[in-house]
């Protein structure tokens, strides 16, 4: 079955630190991964977008990588903000099928001061 | 960048009552448009896949009936959700294709419409 678990399913965190999300799939066969932030209340604004030959992307303060071979993806921000304070879904697109996307349940993220 | 505006973003209606809701495409053709469903503290369940100029396809458990979905143009897909009751209250957000959108992926999503049925 196609799944996209999250970990952890909500975090706070003190303005100013760093912080890691995860990822972990079982999408096949496996087209791309991405990453959104989700303020509350909004649709999902997409930060990065990585295929099966790509390790790393960045995007500001955002880094994200993917293990295609252990099938993680880890979703790094640096320097957090007040304004980081949402939902980071994770999302995997499969080949074929039509263009569904597998949507993980996402991170709840507090930044406080 | 690819920009999809989803209109009104918050409704209050009566049971019963109809709702439309609107999601164009603002600097792109989208053949394809996306219409998910959104409970607190989950994630998007998507609900049809919306292609121009044809049926839109339901996802399994939705009420084609229910959800009027029609994509008449490259730029404008509509959902209406018909009778609504309470149990519709949700957050729906719709999303369209755009291939040559190189960040998303070829997907954008709208900024969601909060429907409340009381």
């Known amino acids: 079955k196609n799944q996209v678990e999250q970990s952890p399913q909500s975090l706070i965190i003190l303005e100013g630190k760093n912080c890691t999300l995860q990822c972990n799939y079982t999408v096949s066969p496996f087209s791309n991964l991405r990453w959104y932030k989700q303020d509350t209340g909004r649709g999902p604004v997409s930060l990065t977008i990585m295929t099966f030959s790509e390790n790393t992307k960045s995007n500001g303060r955002y880094t994200a990588t993917l293990d295609a071979d252990t099938k993680q993806s880890s979703l790094h921000i640096t320097a957090s903000q007040l304004s980081d304070s949402a939902s980071y879904i994770c999302?995997?697109?499969?080949?074929?099928?039509?263009?569904?996307?597998?949507f993980g349940t996402g991170t709840q993220l507090k930044v406080e001061l | 960048g690819a920009v999809v505006s989803q209109h009104p973003s918050w409704v209050i209606c009566k049971s019963g009552t109809s709702v439309k809701i609107e999601c164009r495409s603002l600097d792109f053709q989208a053949t394809t448009m996306f219409w998910y469903r959104q409970f607190p503290k989950q994630s998007l369940m998507l609900m049809a896949t919306s292609n121009e100029g044809s049926k839109a396809t339901y996802e399994q458990g939705v009420e084609k009936d229910k959800f009027l979905i029609n994509h008449a143009s490259l730029t404008l897909s509509t959902l209406t959700v018909t009778s609504a009751h309470p149990e519709d209250s949700s957050f729906y957000i719709c999303s369209a294709r755009d291939p040559g959108a190189h960040l998303t992926g070829g997907y954008t999503f709208g900024s969601g419409t909060r429907l409340t049925v009381v």
């Open positions: 999302v995997v697109s499969r080949t074929g099928g039509g263009n569904k996307l597998t």
